[in-house]
C-alpha cells in the first residue's frame, strides 16, 4: 500500500527511487527509435481505455496508454530503471511501442504537470502524429466522471453484472458536481485547443460516439490510415470496454440541460475539429 507521504514524493518526482536496471538499458539500447510517434489528447471518460485497447489487440498500432501519468509513472520508471525524464522518454517509446509505433495519451493536466510547458513537451517527446478524442456530448460525459467518483466503477472490464447493478442503483443527483465538471471539461477542451493552434497542427478528431458507430475494427482503420499503417484485410479485433453507463445517465443529463441552460454549450465544439 503506497502511504500518502509516498505518494507525496512520487508526485513530486517519480523518478527519486528508481534504480538502475543495466539490462533493461541495453535492451532499449538495442531497439530503433520509433519512427511513428503519436500522441492522443484526451479528456476523462472519452473512450480513452477502449481505444487504448483497440490500439493495441491491432498488434501493429502501438499501446497508447497514459504513460505520462505522474501516478503510474513510478511503476514504468522502476520496470525500466529510468532515472529521469529523458531516459524514461527513450525507454519508454522503445520498450513499450511496438513495430517502430509508439502511441501514448495525455490530458492537458498531465501535460503541464509533467512537462510545465507545452514547448518542452513538443521538444522532448517529438510527436509525429497528434489525435483528439472528445466526446460530442459534454453534459453526459461530466455525469459519467461523477457516477464514476460516487460508484468506484470505471470500466465493465472490471466489474460484474452484479457490481454494475449495485452501481447504478447507488448513483445519485448532483447538480453542483455535474456543473463543475462541465466547466472543467470545457476548460481542457479550450487548453488542448490552443495547443494545437500554437504548432499549427491537424490532429484526428475521434469522439467517443463515433467510435460506438464504427465499432473496434473500423476504429482501428482509422487510426491506422491517420499514422500510415497498413492493415490487414479484414482483420477482427475486440475489445473487452464496454458502456457502464444505465438508464439514470440520460434522465440525469435531461434535468442537468434543463436546469443549466446557459451553461451547456449550444453547438459544435471545439473548432479545431
Known sequence: MITRGRLEMILLNPFKSVEPKPARARQAEARPEPTIRYAMHF????????????CK?????GIPAEVFNKRLMIGIATAYGARNLKDFIYMTSRL????GVFG????????????????????????????????????????????????????????????????????????????????????????????????RLSPLCMTYEAMNVWGEART???VADHLGIAMQEGQEIHSDHKKVSGPKSNAFAERFRAENADLVPGGPRPRAC
Open 96 to 99: 513499450h511501442g511496438t513495430d
Open 57 to 61: 489487440n491491432a498488434g501493429n498500432l
Open 220 to 222: 482501428a482503420r482509422i
Open 43 to 54: 479528456t476523462p471518460r472519452s473512450g480513452s481505455s477502449r481505444l487504448t485497447d483497440i
Open 104 to 199: 501514448f495519451q495525455i490530458t492537458p493536466a498531465q501535460l503541464h504537470v509533467l512537462f510545465l510547458t507545452s514547448r518542452r513537451f513538443m521538444r522532448l517527446v517529438r510527436p509525429t502524429h497528434h489525435f483528439w478524442l472528445l466526446r460530442e456530448d459534454i453534459v453526459l460525459q461530466a455525469i459519467s466522471i461523477s457516477r464514476m467518483l460516487q460508484t468506484s466503477l470505471s470500466h465493465s472490464p472490471y466489474a460484474d453484472a452484479q457490481a454494475m447493478i449495485r452501481a447504478e442503483d447507488s448513483f445519485r443527483y448532483d447538480g453542483t458536481d455535474f456543473a463543475n465538471r462541465v466547466r472543467s471539461l470545457t476548460l481542457m477542451e479550450q487548453t488542448t485547443e490552443r495547443f494545437f493552434r500554437r504548432f
